[in-house]
């Protein structure tokens, strides 16, 4: 389902060369699956990027409380205690004008559709790839 992303996806051997910045991306990963959030952890930071993690939409709510920003946001549709629409919904009516990207394991149009709406700028269908992250990376360096 990468229709819901940015542009068409690709794959180079060079891949995460292309991301090219001389500013530093600040990233959240906000997801319940401890080893896809090290997975993403993993991905991220061999782009260059520096990343935080949070286990819950409701992690990420109160790190936005506190002050905290981030370029990026990628988040799970499916979590305990507060989802990734309440969340996005949250994110976007304090203001939060960050990149988010939905990340989820299902398929299925109208929940990808739903999850869109809350204010996501983009969403991708589990898991997230060098291909996905570049195409990602170079969207947010365009805006």
Avoid: W
């Avoid at 997801?31 to 090290?38: G, V, Y």
């Avoid at 990026?72 to 996005?88: F, H, N, R, S, W």
């Avoid at 919904?89 to 939905?102: A, C, H, K, N």
């Amino acid at each position: 389902m990468e229709k819901m992303g940015f542009g068409n996806v690709t794959s180079t051997s060079k891949t995460m060369k292309i991301i090219d910045t001389e500013k530093k991306i600040y990233v959240l990963i906000v997801e319940d699956d401890l080893l896809i959030r090290k997975i993403h952890n993993v991905m991220m930071t061999k782009f260059g990027t520096e990343v935080q993690l949070a286990a819950n939409g409701k992690e990420a709510i109160d790190l936005f409380l506190s002050g905290a920003s981030f370029d990026l946001i990628l988040i799970d549709l499916e979590m305990p205690i507060m989802d990734g629409i309440e969340a996005t919904e949250q994110l976007r009516s304090m203001g939060v004008t960050s990149m988010i990207v939905g990340v989820t394991s299902r398929n299925q149009d109208s929940e990808i559709q739903a999850f869109m709406k809350s204010g996501l700028n983009a969403c991708y269908v589990k898991p997230l790839n060098v291909e996905k992250v570049t195409v990602v990376l170079n969207e947010l360096k365009n805006i």
